[in-house]
């Protein structure tokens, strides 16, 4: 599976996880999850990632 497509896969299931967390707890709430989820996820794809070759130079 490409990256694109497992990237929807994740973000489409996180957006029904949290619309469904905001009909019990509030609409802020279901909105201000799926922003932290998705900080936390993309903070970690990016530490993930392999060192460019401009960082190997120093």
């Known amino acids: 599976m490409k ?3 497992e990237r929807f896969l994740i973000y489409s299931a996180l957006v029904i996880l ?5 009909v ?5 709430a279901g909105f201000w999850s799926l ?4 900080a936390v996820i993309e903070f970690m794809y990016w530490i993930g990632l392999p060192a460019s070759t401009h960082s190997e130079q120093f």
């Open 3 to 5: 990256t694109l497509d």
């Open 24 to 28: 019990f707890f509030g609409l802020a």
């Open 35 to 38: 922003i932290q989820i998705t």
């Open 18 to 22: 949290c619309c469904t967390s905001s």
